[in-house]
């Protein structure tokens, strides 16, 4: 078959596809995911996760007078830092996106339910897809929603040093590569979670090896390293933290990447993720016996 | 016989769940009109409907719906509804809801959406109770709606896995009536059901099950003529019980003549029951008897159910 045949297939499956009904039913998928799992009593621990590190900055906020000089913004910031690039996007949202992503299909299947997804004239790629940008919209919400408060919370309490650094100084630029950072992290995750739920019954364990490899990535070779979420990541962090102590395993150093191609890098490992799922999903069977 | 395009074809379907025999060889061809599939607990009936709506695939065969595969979802979906066993539900749904967002997924816009979701509910009963969450309905509520989701589409065929499970006395009687104005309107309707005299009394043909092979498939009276082992039951109410009955009795393929007790009919046993009709038929021409009644006792469900499954017709 030539490269013209295999075009022109391409070109006719395209024109096949009922796009717009695909588009409704992502639509109504992801409504009615967003809905059943944005604020559920399921979710408690995952919200707790988001909101610990909120409640500690207002804490410090309301009791912690001493440090409103200006003197202290660096120091504000770097902690900041360490929030976001250590506390969410190594912990928080990868411990997050494992308990939304893997509940999608798997909690499907604890509760039954799944079969009903099933059928309905829907493809089964149409549903990866919809509970994906569901999963994605809920993690974002969250994620960002926390990290706007703890930016706020940071630099609030200096008053007009605060301003001036958030609105003339770097402020600004840190804040957008904060929520640059968490918006990809949940996607690179939730995509992996995503993934892994379709793979095994239970994610706890590929979990812990998903995180393991997440630390000990950077000292493979590069190739080896773009199959880890975080070394994208690292090349979009606003502030570079010499993290010494326990906290070091935490610390990944690879090689130096335009923002860019980490951007589009990590986006195209987690389509890759995502088109897996869509074959993974074609295995799934309704045996809610052996659940 | 219809073309394959138009009947539900299992081709040499077998499923296994590991080593654990699921269904095995299955092939037939399904006919518009009323199916029931029948056999005891672990016969593979559920595995049957599961295999025909995709839900599980087969480990050996072919099935295709009206010339579908599931391979082709939304062509498919669009033909078949399925009830199932699945007595569960997403958390907080209400019933209306229950119905409404899949007819959306089916592509229909809102405002077609709420007109059928109104009309499943009221076939099944169902519209008084629509905006209560479904956590709160009772098991035949439950039931009843998880019915209306699967009609709401209009589908050619449908499916339902023990439809009748939980349904008060006249609950049941309008679902049966539902399911026969269905078949009445060219649906495949495939059930699968304990009540085998409510089965029997719907059913075109019944597909028997056993141990996850078909026993025996197709019309129930074909299916009792093939039963050769046990002798076909006639019950003739006639006026010369005594006499009808010697002369039965001169046949070599009638085995018993049991005059009833109050006289006035004879229930025969008979290998060859056409032959029998046939020796009727001189008997009366003759006028030696003057017969009231001639019906078959044992070409029920019941009757076939207990002599190709052995069990006396209960819970299956």
Same mark, same amino acid.
């Given at each position: ?80 830092? !360490?929030?976001? =690039? &250590?506390?969410?996007?190594? #912990?928080?949202?990868?411990? %997050? *996106?494992? @308990? ?70 770097? !402020?600004?630029? =840190? &804040?957008?590569?904060?929520? #640059?950072?968490?918006?990809? %992290? *949940?996607? @690179? ?103 | ?316």
């Amino acid at each position: 078959m030539s490269a013209d045949d295999v075009i022109m297939r391409a070109r006719k499956w395209m024109q096949e596809q009922p796009w717009e009904l695909y588009g409704t039913q992502v639509s109504v998928l992801v409504r009615n995911e967003v809905r059943r799992n944005l604020f559920t009593r399921r979710r408690l621990w995952v919200y707790l996760l988001v909101v610990i590190p909120v409640l500690i900055l207002l804490a410090h906020n309301l009791f912690g007078h001493d440090t409103t000089d200006a003197y202290y913004i660096e120091t504000e910031t770097r902690v900041l830092a !360490g929030i976001v =690039q &250590l506390y969410y996007v190594r #912990l928080g949202i990868f411990f %997050a *996106c494992m @308990g939304i992503f893997t509940w999608l299909f798997r909690g499907e299947m604890v509760e039954r339910t799944l079969h009903y997804q099933f059928l309905v004239p829907v493809r089964r790629e149409v549903l990866v897809i919809g509970k994906f940008l569901a999963g994605t919209l809920i993690a974002i919400f969250l994620f960002e929603t926390a990290v706007l408060a703890c930016f706020y919370l940071t630099y609030s309490r200096f008053g007009a040093a605060g301003r001036a650094y958030v609105f003339d100084g770097p !402020g600004l630029h =840190q &804040l957008s590569a904060y929520a #640059l950072v968490t918006a990809l %992290a *949940c996607i @690179g995750y939730g995509s992996v979670f995503l993934a892994l739920s379709l793979l095994f019954k239970n994610t706890i364990v590929p979990g812990i090896v998903l995180m393991g490899w997440e630390t000990i990535a950077p000292i493979f070779p590069t190739w080896a390293q773009r199959l880890s979420v975080t070394s994208y990541l690292r090349h979009l962090c606003p502030i570079s933290l010499p993290v010494e102590g326990p906290m070091a395993i935490f610390t990944v150093v690879t090689e130096p990447v335009s923002p860019v191609v980490a951007v589009v890098g990590l986006l195209c490992f987690s389509v890759a993720v995502i088109v897996l799922s869509c074959f993974l999903i074609d295995r799934i069977e309704i045996t809610y016996t052996v659940e | 016989m219809s073309s394959p395009d138009r009947q539900i074809v299992f081709e040499n379907v077998s499923k296994f769940y590991g080593e654990v025999l699921g269904v095995n060889r299955v092939t037939f061809a399904l006919d518009q009109g009323i199916t029931s599939l029948v056999g005891p607990n672990g016969s593979g009936k559920t595995t049957l409907m599961n295999l025909l709506t995709g839900l599980i695939t087969p480990s050996r065969g072919s099935i295709r719906v009206l010339g579908l595969t599931t391979r082709q979802p939304i062509e498919f979906f669009r033909q078949v509804g399925y009830c199932t066993q699945f007595d569960s539900f997403p958390p907080g749904t209400t019933g209306y809801d229950f119905i409404f967002w899949p007819l959306r997924l089916h592509g229909f816009g809102s405002k077609q959406a709420a007109k059928l979701t109104d009309e499943a509910l009221e076939r099944a009963g169902m519209a008084q109770v629509a905006k209560r969450k479904v956590a709160g309905y009772s098991k035949g509520m439950r039931q009843r709606i998880r019915l209306a989701q699967s009609i709401a589409h209009h589908p050619s065929v449908l499916v339902l896995d023990e439809p009748l499970n939980g349904l008060d006395p006249i609950a049941r009687a309008e679902a049966i009536a539902l399911f026969e104005s269905l078949a009445k309107q060219g649906l495949h309707v495939i059930i699968s059901s304990h009540i085998l005299e409510e089965v029997d009394r719907i059913s075109d043909r019944v597909v028997l099950m056993s141990s996850g092979y078909v026993v025996a498939e197709g019309q129930i009276r074909e299916v009792r003529k093939e039963v050769r082992d046990h002798p076909m039951q006639i019950l003739v109410r006639c006026s010369n019980a005594a006499r009808l009955a010697s002369a039965a009795f001169e046949l070599n393929h009638v085995v018993e003549a049991k005059i009833l007790n109050d006289g006035c009919g004879v229930l025969i046993r008979t290998r060859d029951a056409e032959q029998f009709y046939l020796l009727l038929n001189k008997i009366v021409c003759s006028g030696l008897i003057e017969v009231d009644a001639v019906a078959p006792a044992d070409d029920d469900v019941n009757s076939i159910y207990q002599y190709l499954i052995g069990s006396n017709g209960g819970p299956v």
